[in-house]
C-alpha cells in the first residue's frame, strides 16, 4: 500500500494560485519585457514617422509653453530656460504616459490576468517599462538643444541614471497602486486626470525654484520640493542642464532634507507592492 506523499510525487509539483509575482521571477522578468518591446513596437506600427510621432506631443507642448511664458518674461535670466522647460515636460509626460495607461492595464489584459500562472504584476510593470522606453528616447532632443544652445558635457551627466530610476521607481509605485485600484473602483481614472493636471502646475516644470521663491516663499518652495517629481525635476535641471539651477538640496535649505521625497517613493513602492500582492488572486474576479 503506497503512502499518500508517493501518490502526491506521482502528480508532479502542485499548481501555484494566481499571484503578483508567479513562482519563476526569470519568467516574471522574460514576461515582463516581452509585453513592453511588443507594446512598444505595435505603438508605432504602420505609422510611416514611427517614433517622430511619439517626440511631437511633448516638443508641441514645448512650444506653446515657451511662447508664453518667454513673453511674460517667466524665464528672466535663467540660463538656458528653453532647454529647462523641455526637460520639464519630458519628464513630466513619461510620469503621465506611464501611471495614465497603467490605470486601465489590468483591464485591457483580462485575457492574460484570467490565466493561472501568469505573474499579475507584470502588466503595470510592463506599461512604465515602454514608457520608460520612450522617455529614454525623449531625452535625446533635450541633450541636442543643450548643446546647441552652447551647454557643455559635463561629469555631473552621470547622475541621470540615478535620476531617472528614482522617478522610475516612483511612477512604478504609483502605477502598480493605480491599476489595482482601477480594478474595484472605476473612479480613479477620472480622479488620477485631475490629479495628473494638479501636479503639472505644483511642480517646477515651466518655472524656477528661484521664481518661487521670490513670488511666494521658502514655505512653499519647500513643500514643492517634498514632492519626489519636483525634486527629481530640480535635480535633472542642475546635474544636466546647468548648476546655475539649483539643485534640490539647496532648494529644501540642505540635502538632510532629501530624505522626505526618498522615504515618500519608497513608501508608495512598499505599499503599492503590499496591496498589489494581496488584491493579486482575486483580480480576475474582481474584473
Not at 519568467?27 to 504602420?46: I, P, S, Y
Not at 518661487?212 to 520640493?225: C, D, G, I, P, S
Amino acid at each position: 500500500m503506497s503512502a499518500p506523499g508517493a501518490k502526491l510525487e506521482l502528480l508532479g509539483p502542485p499548481i501555484q494560485g494566481p499571484s503578483a509575482l508567479g513562482s519563476d521571477p526569470r519568467r516574471f522578468l522574460r514576461l515582463t519585457w516581452v509585453l513592453a518591446t511588443t507594446d512598444f513596437r505595435l505603438r508605432f506600427f504602420g505609422s510611416a514617422l514611427g517614433y517622430l510621432w511619439q517626440l511631437m506631443r511633448p516638443l508641441m507642448l514645448f512650444g506653446v509653453l515657451y511662447a508664453v511664458f518667454s513673453q511674460l518674461g517667466l524665464g528672466g535670466e535663467v540660463k538656458y530656460y528653453a532647454v529647462a522647460l523641455l526637460t520639464g515636460i519630458v519628464l513630466f509626460t513619461f510620469l503621465s504616459e506611464a501611471t495614465s495607461e497603467s490605470v486601465r492595464s489590468l483591464a485591457n489584459r483580462e485575457n492574460l490576468v484570467r490565466k493561472i500562472e501568469f505573474p499579475r504584476l507584470a502588466v503595470p510593470v510592463a506599461t512604465v517599462l515602454t514608457a520608460l522606453f520612450s522617455l529614454v528616447l525623449n531625452l535625446l532632443p533635450v541633450f541636442l538643444f543643450l548643446l546647441v544652445a552652447g551647454g557643455r558635457p559635463r561629469w555631473t551627466w552621470l547622475e541621470l541614471p540615478f535620476l531617472i530610476g528614482a522617478l522610475g521607481l516612483f511612477v512604478l509605485g504609483t502605477a502598480t497602486l493605480l491599476s489595482i485600484l482601477y480594478v474595484r473602483y472605476r473612479d480613479v481614472e477620472p480622479i488620477w486626470d485631475v490629479v495628473l493636471q494638479a501636479t503639472f502646475y505644483a511642480s517646477p516644470i515651466f518655472y524656477t525654484a528661484a521664481y518661487v521663491r521670490e513670488k511666494a516663499n521658502e514655505t512653499v518652495l519647500w513643500l514643492m520640493m517634498c514632492n519626489p517629481f519636483g525634486a527629481i525635476i530640480q535635480e535633472t535641471r542642475h546635474a544636466i542642464i546647468d548648476p546655475s539651477h539649483e539643485s534640490a538640496a539647496s532648494a529644501m535649505g540642505g540635502a538632510q532634507w532629501l530624505l522626505i521625497p526618498a522615504f515618500v517613493t519608497v513608501v508608495i513602492a512598499a505599499i503599492a507592492f503590499q496591496v498589489f500582492n494581496r488584491a493579486a488572486p482575486r483580480i480576475a474576479e474582481d474584473l
